[in-house]
């Protein structure tokens, strides 16, 4: 299997503040990589697919970078609505697999 | 409106089985392949199992290999998991979801059920 290391597990942070989170696959993926917010009681949002590609109606300070083993997952200006936890993806094998989260707080 | 609705959990004891479905609707279901990803309470998410559109092609987590059953019914528009020999650590919360792209079990998931509840407990 594939496995999908994320750090960190927790981020305190600040409105207004650049977040990067990180996701590593232990083997090469290209860019078969999503991102998924879900905040607690809810099912998780997908945000990007594809390593890159914002879905539609996502706002434009998320962004996804990355290919091969290594990806990041950037908040350019961290609003109230994006404090919740955040899981990175792979399906480049047919056995699917979830990095742990990462939880943003408020700092 | 794009639509998944999981029924089916309950509590149940351990070695025992359950069956979960899912209702879908808002979508062509048939060109769709469909998954299951459950979240333990607490925990992160993990994928369990897909299956293509006309079931050609269907995969399982490891954890859950040779006790659960993935099918579908595209006439009804329904997904179902059969769960045989439970145990205490399939507790979760079940996820029915989509694939975003079409056919593949390889894919990302873009809509999502609200769960269903397993509790696994004697």
């Known amino acids: 299997d594939i496995q999908m290391t994320q750090s960190p597990s927790t981020l305190s942070a600040s409105v207004g503040d650049r977040v990067t989170i990180t996701c590593r696959a232990s083997?090469?993926?290209?860019?078969?990589l999503a991102w998924y917010q879900q905040k607690p009681g809810k099912a998780p949002k997908l945000l990007i697919s594809?390593?890159?590609k914002l879905e539609s109606g996502v706002p434009s300070r998320f962004s996804g970078s990355g290919s091969g083993t290594e990806f990041t997952l950037n908040i350019s200006s961290l609003q109230p609505d994006d404090f919740a936890t955040y899981y990175c993806?792979?399906?480049?094998?047919?056995?699917?697999?979830f990095g742990g989260g990462t939880k943003v707080e408020i700092k | 409106e794009v639509e998944l609705v999981e029924s089916g959990g309950t509590l149940v004891q351990p070695g025992r089985s359950l069956r979960l479905s899912c209702a879908a609707s808002?979508?062509?279901?048939?060109?769709?392949?469909m998954h299951w990803v459950r979240q333990a309470p607490g925990k992160g998410l993990e994928w369990v199992s897909g299956?293509?559109?006309?079931?050609?092609?269907?995969a399982y987590a490891d954890s859950v290999k040779g006790r659960f059953t993935i099918s579908r019914d595209n006439a009804k528009n329904s997904l179902y998991l059969q769960m045989n020999s439970l145990r205490a650590e399939d507790t979760a919360l079940y996820y029915c979801?989509?694939?975003?792209?079409?056919?593949?079990?390889?894919?990302?998931?873009?809509?999502w059920g609200q769960g269903t509840m397993v509790p696994v407990s004697s």
């Open positions: 979801v989509k694939g975003l792209m079409g056919n593949n079990i390889n894919d990302a998931f873009d809509i």
């Open positions: 808002g979508f062509s279901f048939e060109d769709y392949a």
């Open positions: 299956i293509t559109w006309n079931s050609g092609n269907i």
């Open positions: 083997h090469i993926i290209n860019s078969w």
């Open positions: 594809k390593a890159s």
């Open positions: 993806q792979q399906y480049n094998s047919y056995l699917l697999t």
